[in-house]
C-alpha cells in the first residue's frame, strides 16, 4: 500500500520525486495532478482569505456604526 517516494522520469528515466512537477534532469514536466492540486489549494486559500475579510469588514464596520 505504500506509495514509493521515486517515479522514473517519462523523458530521460531518472528517478526523481513523485512530488516534483519537473525531471531535476531534464526539466521534462511529468503531468503530476500535484500542480493542479495546488492550484486548486491556492484558490480555495484565496477564497477563505476573502471571506475572511469580508466578514471581519462587515464586523469591523457594525462595531463602528454602534457606538
Ligand atoms: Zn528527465
Known amino acids: 500500500m505504500d506509495k514509493p517516494l521515486l517515479k522514473s522520469c517519462k ?3 531518472i528517478e526523481i520525486s513523485r512530488y516534483s512537477p519537473f ?3 531534464c526539466g521534462h514536466p ?5 500542480a493542479i ?5 491556492f484558490f480555495i ?3 477563505a482569505s476573502y ?6 469588514c ?10
Open 11 to 13: 523523458a530521460c528515466g
Open 23 to 25: 525531471c531535476r534532469n
Open 45 to 47: 486559500i484565496l477564497l
Open 51 to 56: 471571506m475572511a475579510f469580508t466578514v471581519y
Open 58 to 67: 462587515a464586523f469591523h464596520t457594525e462595531s463602528l456604526t454602534i457606538p
Open 30 to 34: 511529468q503531468g503530476s495532478n500535484l
Open 37 to 41: 492540486g495546488l492550484l486548486i489549494l
